[in-house]
């Protein structure tokens, strides 16, 4: 990218200069009108009370020391990190396991592909109705599944403290697209990493943990930040599911804001809320860069140890 | 360092007479047994789809309903407009990506090719953008769309996408035409061809395939969409197949039979794009984990 600029081979064309403007004008505007503007607007409409009908009234932090008297707010907040503290390893793990047999260049290989992705494209809504009858308690197929072995299954969406492990049972049917993430990672791997390591020694387990590892740990890093932000956007699943019950076991983040935002008309303090939820996504995902340094091996880095 | 591909690697061990790989053997076993368990949920759901009411009350389940009720199918989908729900949901894909890939790959194309002052600033801020959290941006574009009086109307989902909505598109367009060879370019220029020609007659024929799998992510994420769609959308005429489902959920809470066969329903289409153009969904997502 920078390097045409250090080149310059000959002085900027003011008209490709103006036709280059012209094409990403509706970027800009774009930008301006649907992404920055509203940034900063919710910002500021997080200072005030507003239910869009009545001219909304200043209340300075007002909505943010609502927030800390807020118990659904630190409820959701709670459901919502465990959630994303357990899913998305799980998903992490269990994608991964399933992309390492797809690389063993077994036959039928497009076959398992198809079949471990198909769940993952999907529509949500779809999926959450389809659940909600394969969690049933009574007829439905995971209880069923348990029965076999002897296990009298719980009301997965009727108990509170199996309504979130049963959505983050859910959410690994859809590990799928991971899987064709790492399957492509793992297809990069050079092959001669694997000799070099078998020369010196190395079982199954060793050149997993020494060559597969490392050389997978950049797109691990990426899954982590994508899987984190995306946890803290399920909306659909307990919307439809569980409706944030039971006891509030499930009231994810975005549900609460939805709530407060559409069924209250709160806008205040909703967005209030989406710049707490910005602002801790945004912690996060600097504490994870952060502490990658430890873990995540980038090709052609010489680390000192 | 010179990579082996697999390929080499794979004709050298089958040109070799070997005993049987028990470690393959066991890959199969657990690969067949994770299939069976990714596959069984569907299985289910649309088994209970073509059985009766009495049928589908029964523990431990029946897999093969018999007798079979395929008139589950047309009783759910008259039960409510779904036709209009199925064709709301076309139109909203047809002009989300009419919209998406013509700002997008316009933007790609002068972040890729074009060179002018402020390129690198602005490509930064698209690379900025794709870190938001939608959350942040809702609740002010509901405001702005009810002042401008377009709640109840397609437009607060159409627009957005005529104006490059989705940051991560630009960024694909730009990355693939980055990869186009500049000669073709440069020989265009020298004979006269203007830079909108040039967007036309060279770049775009040339780039199929990443059109091809920018207008698969948005089918996909048009048929997923679900709160935005709910929040714009409050006549049930104008409803999508993800808003229609779930009000059927409500409505027919404890038909299981009728709601499993709608809920097949509006997972077919996408079912069946997903067995045709395949390769194009994986590549977008191959592309989004190895080189976002």
Redesign the interface.
Known sequence: ??I??IFKPKR??FW??L???V??A??????I???????L??LV?SFTEWD?VNPPVWTGLGNYKLMLSDPLFFQSLKVTTIYALVAVPLQIVVGLF?AI??N???R?IGV????????A??????VA??????LSR??G?IN?FL?VFGVYGPGWLSEPEWALPALILMSL?GVG??M???L??L??I???LYEAAKVDGAG?WASFVYVTLPMISP?IL??LVVGL?AA??V??QPF?MTQGGPQNSTLFY?LH??RN??EFFR?GY??AL??V??MY??VL?LLIFRFSAAWVFYEGEIKDE | MTPISAGTSLKVASAQKRPIDWAKVLAHIILIAGSIMFLMPFVYVVSTSLKTAGEVYSFPPEFIPDPVAWENYPDALTAMPFDRFFLNTIFLAVGRILGLTLSCSLAGFAFAKLRWKGRNTLFFVVLLTLMIPTEVTLIPRYILFTKLGWINSFAPLLVPGFFAENAFFVFLFRQFFMTMGQDLIDAARIDGCSFAGLFWRIIVPNAKPVFAVVAIYVIQNNWNSFLLPMIYLTDRAKYTLALGLRLFNEQYYSQTHLLMAASVFVVIPIVILFFFMQRYFIQGVVFTGSKG
Do not use: C
């Open positions: 990218m920078l045409h600029n900027l064309s490709e200069s036709n280059a403007w094409f990403v509706p970027w800009i505007l774009g930008f009108f649907f992404t920055g503007g509203p940034i607007a919710s409409i869009i399933i047999l797809l063993t260049k077994i039928l398992y592909r198809t079949l471990f992705y198909l769940p494209v999907l529509p949500i809504v779809s109705v389809m659940w909600r009858w394969i009574d007829w197929l069923w029965s049917w697209s991971g064709l993430i790492y492509a990672g297809q990069g050079p092959s001669d199954a797109v990426f899954q932000i803290f956007q909306f659909a439809i975005l804001l939805f935002a559409f806008m909703a967005s989406s710049w939820l910005f996504i945004a995902t």
